[in-house]
């Protein structure tokens, strides 16, 4: 009697009614919450990573008015000539005033080594310049670097920062006479790691990540498919299999770093293959790409409705028209996602290419899948890791470029989703 | 209730030989005990199925049927749910193959060729033997390559002109060209439920089957769609021979020839259809046109 009294009045809500409606919203205030905190984390993140690392796209460069002195290029070879002493040189007649040895260091010190082999560049491509004085743009040290960009406080007294009073005093001349400025950073696009934050780039990781890759999806995906293909449509259902179902499921679990040590023990020690070459890295990447492939490949074939596969047996299809015909392309959206999804995991991984020597300090950008490189992410840690106030900001840089990567990849996967899906 | 209490009865099959046949002149005894009454065998037949059985691992689904499936005839097989008759259809064109538990003993000749024998390839048995299926499942494919796509695995036309020909007949053979001539490149699956149907149809007749399977096609149709389906069963009739699972007894009573009855896996009563419906001999037959159970 009593639950068709609180049910029946329409008009007035019951106590009972009341709580329910209240723990809705209650439900629907904590998801909101949740998603609201969620997105702050992510806008936080986004936000530190790009207020430090936009400023790693500009850097600094001086002008110099190099004579290019015909005695220094008496020698055989154009590049025996002493560059540094031209740079040298031209920072000396433009700043007359300084003389002695300990403030001439500090001169010096404003210039980046790379400057001695921009000129040799320079004379290498055209030795007509033998004999002329040229301006020449070339880039300042990292401190300098950083003292453009801010990063180095003023205010702090000489002995708490990088910068002595006189280098300030000859940078605002500098300045003031239109002789620095910072300009697009090509360097961090068109080389590999350096020791010297200004002259660090990216392009190595990038090629050796883009090698890497490039193995591990030329392995992963038709393996992976075929294994799914085969567990899922034609293996028998029995013991064996299900064994290898549980081995592969768990493997999809093991932490990557162990997979670094079998790439090490069988690619490396075993097989003899190059140490810190993306074939390695694309081999130990593979074997952790499989399980997800595998997995997702089978989750997609089984949500192909069993119809289609009795409607093409029904017209006498055999098992593998069925399959490639109907079943496959019916399944391939989901296999794709699968992989894209593993292939940004795998372009996030760091903890199996240190077991394989990827960790090495690299400077030459990698020509191939034989050549010793870095990856994004090890190139990231690497430069965490390095105590020269220059490399924060490349830091940040490098996670950008990876996370651009990672965002071009996942809508690759959307719109290859979206293109494969048939309607019904 | 009553049906619940006798399903749950492993001993009731034992139970149907004795009292309650009535006429056991007129029952086939097949090698067993087990009898079918009524004229289960015809005289040119084009499927023989002798004591077959069924076994989902040890269950046993289908128990000794023999029956036969004349030319030119449309048979209806009729019975509750769960009584073997879908998987006694699946057996004809050995789609049974593909459930791994599933066991078949007995024989089943086409053309007084053995079927089940190990020499033979269900490929070509599938394309003679076609299939429908309950809920119409054409391929996400163009109407046109979804008739096409049996004539191109089997390899039965030389050229475009040849394919183009064989789709149109089809179409039309399934009464559905009209509807669909000028629209054969949009999918098949933006059709109607019954356009789908006959679209199935179509693609099962498509490659000259000479028996066509249908498991309960009208189930998910309308009654119009129903009564299309039903017309071009009839039209049909006259090039294939078609086996009919439904589940509606009226359908069975318009479409077919012969009637099978099937109870809890045994083949209870076969006769021709006006017979069955208005003079069944099993007292079971009775029962279940009647609509005492099922």
């Known amino acids: 009697m009593n639950s068709i009294e609180t049910t029946s009045d329409l008009l007035k809500p019951t106590t009972r009614l009341k709580r329910r409606y209240r723990v809705e919203r209650w439900f629907k205030r904590l998801g909101l919450t949740a998603i609201a905190l969620s997105l702050s984390f992510v806008a936080f993140l986004f936000f530190t990573i790009f207020s430090d690392g936009y400023t790693a796209f500009k850097q600094s460069y001086i002008e110099l008015e190099v004579h290019f002195a015909a005695e220094e290029f008496s020698q055989e070879k154009l590049a025996n000539a002493d560059y540094p002493g031209l740079v040298k040189h031209a920072m000396r007649t433009m700043f007359p005033e300084v003389t002695s040895r300990e403030g001439k260091k500090f001169l010096y010190s404003l210039i980046s080594p790379a400057a001695a082999y921009t000129l040799q560049n320079m004379v290498e491509a055209d030795p007509k310049m033998i004999g002329t004085t040229q301006k020449v743009w070339v880039l300042a040290d990292d401190d300098v670097d950083m003292l453009m960009k801010g990063k180095i406080d003023r205010s702090l007294g000489e002995g708490n920062r990088r910068v002595r009073d006189i280098q300030l005093a000859w940078i605002d001349r500098l300045e003031s006479e239109n002789r620095l400025e910072t300009r697009f950073n090509k360097t961090f696009f068109t080389t590999g790691d350096s020791r010297e934050p200004e002259l660090a780039g990216i392009l190595g990781a990038v090629k050796g990540s883009f090698f890497t890759l490039l193995i591990t999806l030329s392995l992963s995906f038709p393996i992976g498919v075929a294994a799914a293909v085969y567990l899922e449509e034609f293996a028998p259902e029995n013991k064996w299999t299900d064994l290898i179902e549980i081995n592969i499921n768990n493997l999809a679990a093991v932490p990557s770093i162990i997979f670094g040590l079998l790439g090490l023990a069988i690619f490396i020690n075993f097989w003899g293959l190059p140490r810190s070459t993306p074939m390695v890295g694309g081999l130990v990447l593979t074997l952790m790409t499989l399980p997800t492939i595998i997995i997702a490949g089978r989750a997609s074939l089984k949500s192909v409705p069993p119809s289609i596969r009795e409607a093409a047996l029904g017209v006498g299809a055999s098992k593998m028209q069925t399959v490639t015909h109907h079943v496959l392309p019916l399944a391939m959206p989901g296999m794709l996602t699968g992989t894209i999804i593993g292939m940004a995991q795998a372009l996030g991984e760091t903890a199996p290419l240190l077991m394989i020597g990827m960790v090495a300090f690299i400077v030459d950008v990698p020509g191939g899948i034989t050549d010793p490189s870095a990856v994004l992410p090890v190139q990231i840690y690497l430069w965490a890791d390095s105590p020269e106030r220059g490399f924060t900001e490349k830091t940040a840089a490098a996670i950008m470029i990876l996370l651009t990567f990672l965002i071009a990849m996942n809508s690759l996967a959307v719109f290859l989703r979206k293109k494969f899906e048939i309607k019904w | ?294």
């Open chain 2, 1 to 294: 209730m009553e049906l619940a209490s006798r399903t749950s009865n492993p001993a009731f099959p034992t139970m149907l030989s004795g009292d309650i046949i009535r006429e056991a002149d007129e029952a086939h005894a097949y090698t067993t005990g087990r009898k079918t009454v009524g004229s289960p065998f015809v005289d040119n037949p084009r499927m023989t199925c002798r004591d077959v059985e069924v076994y989902y691992g040890e269950k046993c689904a289908i128990n000794k049927i023999s029956i036969d499936v004349d030319c030119n005839e449309v048979l209806a097989m009729i019975g509750p749910s769960g009584c073997g008759k879908s998987t006694f259809l699946r057996c004809l064109n050995r789609m049974n193959d593909t459930v791994p538990s599933c066991r078949v003993i007995g024989e089943i000749r086409l053309d007084n060729i053995d079927i089940y024998h190990p020499s033979i390839d269900v490929v070509p048995l599938r394309a003679r033997v076609g299939m429908v299926f309950q809920k119409p499942n054409p391929f996400p494919k163009s109407i046109y390559d979804n008739v096409a796509y049996g004539p191109r695995i089997h390899g039965l036309t030389k050229n475009k002109a040849e394919l183009d020909e064989i789709v149109e007949t089809s179409i039309m053979k399934a009464g559905l060209w009209n509807e669909v001539k000028d629209r054969l490149q949009e999918p098949g699956t933006g059709l109607s439920g019954g356009q789908q149907q006959r679209l199935c149809i179509a693609r099962a007749i498509a490659v000259s089957p000479e028996v066509i399977l249908m498991d309960e096609p009208c189930s998910a149709l309308d009654p119009i769609a129903t009564a299309k389906v039903e017309e071009l069963i009839a039209e049909l009739r006259t090039q294939f021979s078609i086996v009919i699972v439904t589940h509606a007894m009226q359908q069975a009573a318009r479409v077919s020839q012969r009637t099978a009855y099937f109870h809890l896996g045994d083949l209870i009563e076969v006769g021709p259809t006006d017979k069955i419906f208005t003079n069944p001999k099993h007292r079971l037959t009775e029962d279940y046109i009647t609509g005492r159970f099922g």
